[in-house]
């Protein structure tokens, strides 16, 4: 049976001078009394990122290949990496599978986190990301249609990642930390990336070094997820690590237990649309960029092989500082919320649709140039920790996993779809061809931008007055 509770915060009697020293300095005590809560935060963006890890090991692992001699790889077929065999509408497949399998089970994870811990959840989606990574070596060399069906499973491990975000950040990170754990949450991405990009350049000088990926990645996504389930805990209350002053601290202004979701109040929220379509167009606008930067870089733009490699690490490593750096500065600036809000996801969307509307104008013979606008473009969207992925955190508080996931389902729309337009409208990826692509995409960030700015607010939304609870 559910009761309907209001938490009114205002409802409290004045205090004096002294009264709010007082509290100021308890605070602060609470504050440095331990820092549990940071590793809490480095433990959870290092489930994020492994997951991550897993995921692209497939990516990375076409690029191996053991130089072996003639003779051996005729009389044995285990020296060979069977993932460059795999035919090219079996590859599809493969990259779609794991957003598909995502997609779909992510809106089964608001009601799934009324009833079940986070922490369980997420060591069974860790424990299902390892076990498919493991088997990966041994079902691509059996039959391709196995792999795939490993990467769909793969998906559904991944599907707690978002809510994850939302949740820790609505539980575990005091409000005046809230984009700093917001920055470095969602840096999983770059994180998982970079680990995955250098393990797999040194396990490829090994024979069979694209198992050894799969293997790798499995086993120190194992372990990470086992630090999980033994340090995290879905409210600090409940956690016998952390001290009572910190835990005040971090549960002064912030729910201490499970809500159920109103979602009609929820729907009705214009402050909430416009981070689900803040969302939506980030992740759909810039995707051409992420997907497709080194078909961008290498064959639109007749960049080498090693200098594509070399701008995309320089775009991820520009994209994480801007992301913890919008973070701390958020923070610690001081102006009013809304502003800040406006102002750090137009330096990400909406300042990135700009820039891909320039290259829209520029001619493939500026090489320098448009090089210097795609890693520019790509880094600068890293400024989105301290725009919509922070208002979800403002505007949601208790139900901030919520918005989270459609943020997720946002991201995963763009994978699954962008491969199919970016096929459709650039094929051979000619430059005058990505130049249509680069105005549907930049149109779309500055728009979804624009509805961001309009209809965001600064403070917590009135659903987040209506809680619900299991009794």
Known sequence: MQTRETNDINAQPPQNDYQLQEKELMSAEYCHSTHFRYYVLIVATLACSLIISCSFAYNFSLICSVPTNKNERNSSARYDNPSTAVPGDMQKLMYSAYPLSNLLTLPLMAPLLRRFSLRVLTFIGGLVTVICAALMPLLLTIDDKYAVVARFIQGIGNTPLFPLIGFVCAHWCPRNET??????????????????????????????????????????????????????????RDHPWISKGEMQYIEECGPTRRFAVPYKAVFRDLPFWAVVVAGFGNFNGISPLIVFSTQILHNALGVSAAATGLYNAISFLLQLVLKIAAGVASDRWNAKEVTKLRIFNSLSCGLCGVLMLIMATMQKNYTAICVFLVIVTQGLIGFNSAGFNK?????????????????????????????????????????????????????????????????????????????????
Not at 395 to 407: E, G, K, N, V
Request: charged fraction near 10%; charge should be neutral; include cysteine.
């Open 179 to 236: 984009a700093l754990f917001v920055a470095v949450l969602t840096s999983y991405s770059q994180v998982g990336i970079f680990l995955t990009m250098g393990v797999s350049g040194v396990l490829c000088n090994f024979e069979n070094g694209w198992a050894y990926i799969y293997y790798f990645h499995s086993g120190i996504t194992l372990i990470a997820f086992m630090a999980w389930y033994i340090a995290f805990r879905d409210f600090p």
């Open 391 to 471: 208002a979800a955190v403002v505007i949601a508080r208790q139900y901030a996993h919520f918005p989270m996931t459609l943020i997720g389902i946002a991201l995963n729309i763009g994978l699954i779809v962008e491969p199919f337009l970016a096929y459709a409208i650039a094929p051979e990826h000619h430059w005058n061809d990505w130049k249509i692509l680069f105005i549907l995409h930049g149109s779309t960030l500055i728009v979804t931008n624009l509805f961001f700015c309009i209809f965001i607010r600064g403070r917590p939304s009135k659903f987040t007055e209506l809680t619900f609870v299991d009794k």
